[in-house]
């Protein structure tokens, strides 16, 4: 790992193709979903890199200090880090469309670089919480932004849900929210609202 990156599985695509960049939830790692993105988009390129923080273990993109209490001077670390990491990814691959996915943490980490730098042209955000009101108002026109979320997840709330679905909408994202009966887990009509999305792609 780099001093500005992070261990990452790569498959590179076809120039002119999206790069899809995927991103695991607490515990999981750069293989969570690169297999899932492989299949949905075969020919773009897939990037997935693992968390570089540690909390007991278990790697994650940004600190926290307690069960949905960010640390938010390291939120702002890992946002600037990842928008930069990206960037030069989709540069150097000569990507047509920035792509993510993120799930619980990985789903964090995309939404607070969605709102912060504005730079995915398109953002699965499955399960995501944003516990704090954003205070970027850049335009976000143009971007399509898929949620999906548990009706009953103790992790992120229903009421937190539907914040940034409407921070996103005002701000002129296109927003589509998926909800299922269950919990933090997810679920297959999940997966398959992520490949109406990406699909068309």
């Known amino acids: 790992m780099t001093e500005t990156g992070y261990v ?24 969570q979903f690169f297999d899932f993105g492989r299949r949905l988009l075969p020919e773009a390129t897939i990037l997935s890199p693992r ?15 307690g069960e949905g209490v960010y640390d938010m001077d390291d939120l702002s670390r890992a946002t600037e880090k990842m928008a930069a990491y990206v960037k030069a990814f989709a540069d150097e691959y000569q990507a047509s469309d920035i792509l993510g996915l993120g799930f619980s943490n990985g789903a964090n980490i995309l939404a607070n670089v969605l709102i912060e730098k504005g730079i995915f042209d398109a ?25 999906t979320a548990g009706q009953r997840d103790p992790i992120a709330p229903v009421s937190m849900t539907e914040a940034l679905s409407e921070h996103l909408k005002n701000r002129g994202a296109e927003v589509r929210t998926v909800w299922h009966p269950g919990g933090h887990e997810i679920a297959p009509l999940e997966i398959d609202a992520v490949r109406d999305l990406l699909g068309g792609y």
Request: hydrophobic residues 40%; aromatic residues 4%; glycine residues 10%.
């Open 123 to 147: 953002a699965v955000l499955m399960h995501p919480l944003i516990p704090f009101q954003p205070e970027a108002q850049s335009t976000l026109a143009g971007r399509k932004v898929l949620m």
């Open 8 to 31: 990452h599985r790569l498959h590179a695509g076809a120039p002119d193709k999206p790069i899809l960049v995927l991103l695991h939830g607490t515990g999981g790692d750069e293989n």
């Open 51 to 65: 968390g570089d923080v540690s909390e007991h273990g278990a790697a994650r993109f940004f600190r926290r200090t």
